[in-house]
């Protein structure tokens, strides 16, 4: 039991280091991909043909793309166009692209559980699409959405760690440095996966405290 | 009714796939006219009032509002919009909005007028409409016949030059229909501009100007009410009018 413990205190330096990027990977991805998606799902039902058609090319392209793929285009293929990303830069940038292909379908899956009066009401009062969607259709397409948000941000929480595999020090990197030091890899992985419960906890209760709050506002 | 013309349909033509639900509908509304437009169901009523604030786009022909053209899309069409005031068979207030946000959100966010002003007019408004005391409460805790006078409020507080009512008593239960009644008929009364799709033949009778019958998406028939309903011309009519009012 004291090398489960040691394990963690011993290398405390990597743990934190490495828990500390996987939280920025996630706070600056789920900004990125929440707004990103948003974008595309309403260019899913915008009046304008072309918007439609490009957030629907989006979403088919990146959704049936591997991360890994994803990544390994940032990382190797975009410095070839001239573009400098550092290894996180790149990582933010796939984690936010990919992620954002299905927060894309949960707003707009959300979008589809308003009835089709309340745009009606809006668009007859004169607003415009901006207006209709930002005034009444996503404010009641939320409560839907909260659910699917939450799990597909959780699924990106525990995506970061592919960014070990291109030179990026976060969470998934541990193991491999910890086995270089001799640790016992069992205790490590045990130690990660706390860390990711630990992290992951507040996405649950703010999920539980969205759905109560809106359950009863209505 | 000899006023100027404030809405003028030429011509339009609308088709749901293969079914023809407008055909070269020609129909002119003069400013302080009140149409009731009546004919059995799937006579394409209900499509032509929504071509009217273009809800339901049409193939072919002309729509001019106050003198102009319907723009296709974007801020122009949006515009229009703003000065047609529709109520709907269904209601449709904003669930997420309480009474008073529903009938203030046109005002403040389309005409950017300011809240504390909209706001006194939006209770007059309530007021008119006898729900002033349910303000705070939210579209779901009324009942159908409140929601759609809320719904009325709610298309005066732009202050339009046209309301487009479609079947707006269809949904109501039959002890709610008289008190929407009421409140369309003394907006008639007033000299709004109103367009009526509606089975209710009552006020058909006492508020319209004039009766336009549809069948098969065609104008078959328009005349006062008094000519109309004691008098009607084609086999159409004739028909339809036996089979309401026999019951």
Redesign the interface.
Known sequence: MTEFFSVLTDNWQLFRDGFTMTVQLFLISAVGSLLLGTLLGAFRVSPVPALRWFGAAYVNLVRNTPLTLVFAFLVFAVPKLDVNLDYPQAAFTALTVYTAAFICEVVRSGINTVAPGQAEAARALGMTFPQVLGQIVLPQALRAMVPPLVSVEVAMLKNTTVAAGFSVLEAGAIPAYMAERGEPQFYVLLWITIGFLILISPLVFLQRTLERKWAVAR | MTGEALIVLENVNKWFGPLHVLQDVDLSVARGEVVVVIGPSGSGKSTLCRAI?R?EPIDSGTIVFDGRVLPA???GL?????????V?Q?F?????KSILQNVM??PV??LKQKPAEVRDRAMALLERVGIANQAEK?P?QLSGGQQQRV?IA?ALA?QPKALLFDEPTSALDPEMVGEVLEVMTSLAREGMTMVVVTHEMGFAKHAADRVVFMADGQLVEQATPEEFFANPQSDRAKDFLSKILTH
């Open positions: 604030n809800l899309e974007g801020r949006a515009k229009l919009r703003s000065e047609v005031g529709m709907f269904s449709n207030l904003f669930a997420h959100l046109g966010k389309v939210y779901a719904a709610r732009m």
